[in-house]
């Protein structure tokens, strides 16, 4: 990239934050985004997608729904933001500020250089959106599904919407968790959480029962953890919602719910911000915002590692 003139590598450093070489420890905050079609399909200049990761203040952006047409709506907003870019494959790409290194051999993630002596993980997914279990048992009629009662049912089609995308992912996950580098997943599980469909939540009506629903199960069991509702552990105060901003929550053709995801293993979890419409819904907030889906943004601290002393020479 070429260099900055000083106003506007002052205004870079002022809201973007400081430089990681500067410190012991790095902060990094990570992003999930769901843009919508390419961004197109909010009728809003792609400049309003690229704005809400600017006002995120992201350094990491797992990025869904990256296609318009033929056109690469990820890499367009890379380019704007003079970022490095990886296209995964299947409507999906990774966004950093950090030089993007090894890609896995599926393409679910790649190798992020934060610093010559720190390097992360980010793996990023889309899973199918249908049959979707909250609308099954809400009797809400969508891709011609059937209606389903039971806890165990919402797994069994579940499992069969998404179980194989899951594993796959994982099997690229769990060998990048084993180096010791901090590892993320992000994406639009279009799944929700287990830890959101709780007994409690169920008492309290917010869900219909609890349900222990298998692709975030996976990902917990696998050694990550759900970076929103570690910083936010009651699912009943706040959920978090990021599925839809487009109907009222008491439409009765649709129902909300938490579908986004930024899960970490290897640093700590310091913040978790949900980012959209207006001050109801989201923590930042970007109007209009141009997504049917609310983005997350993760805040977490990861440790450098420690420099050996060099010994003096014998004399």
């Known amino acids: 990239m070429s260099k900055l003139p000083l106003s506007i590598a002052a205004i870079v450093f002022l809201f973007w934050g400081p ?20 961004g197109a399909a909010g009728k809003q200049p792609l400049k309003q997608t690229t704005e809400a ?3 995120a203040r992201a350094d990491i952006v797992g990025m869904q ?14 380019e ?21 290194k090894e890609k896995t051999q599926s393409r679910w993630g790649a190798a992020i250089e934060i610093d010559k002596e720190t390097q992360v993980y980010l ?45 796959r992912m994982l099997s690229e ?9 901090p590892v993320f997943v992000t994406g639009d599980f279009n799944e929700p959480s287990f830890e959101d469909w709780t007994m409690a939540a169920a008492k309290q009506k917010i869900v219909p029962l609890p349900v222990q629903y ?26 978090g919602y990021t599925w839809t901003n487009t109907t009222e929550p008491n439409d009765p053709k649709d129902f909300h719910d938490r579908i986004d995801f930024v899960f970490c293993a290897g640093a700590k979890i310091i913040q978790s ?37 060099k010994l003096e020479p014998s004399q």
């Open 123 to 167: 793996f990023n997914s889309h899973f199918r959106p249908s049959p979707y279990q909250p609308y099954q048992l809400k009797e809400i009629p969508y891709g011609n599904a059937p209606f389903i009662k039971t806890a165990e049912e919402a797994i069994h089609w579940a499992t069969k919407a998404r179980g194989d995308q899951v594993d």
């Open 173 to 181: 996950v769990i060998p990048a968790i084993r180096t010791g580098s």
């Open 53 to 55: 990761i600017i006002k």
């Open 214 to 239: 298998p692709a975030t199960l996976k990902v917990v069991e696998a050694g990550l953890i759900d970076t929103f509702r570690k910083a936010h552990p009651n699912e009943i105060t706040n959920r």
């Open 19 to 38: 430089c990681p070489l500067m410190a012991e420890q790095i902060t990094l905050r990570v992003m999930t985004f769901n843009i919508w079609i390419g």
């Open 273 to 309: 911000e949900v980012v959209g419409e207006n001050n109801k819904n989201a923590d930042i907030v970007l109007s209009p915002w141009p997504s049917d889906h609310r983005a997350v943004v993760s805040t977490v601290i990861i440790k450098r590692p420690e420099k050996k002393d």
């Open 65 to 78: 729904e990256t296609m318009h047409g033929s056109s690469d709506s990820s890499k367009i907003i890379a």
């Open 80 to 100: 704007s933001l003079g970022w490095h870019h990886f296209a995964q494959g299947g409507n999906t790409s990774i966004l950093s500020r950090y030089p993007i």
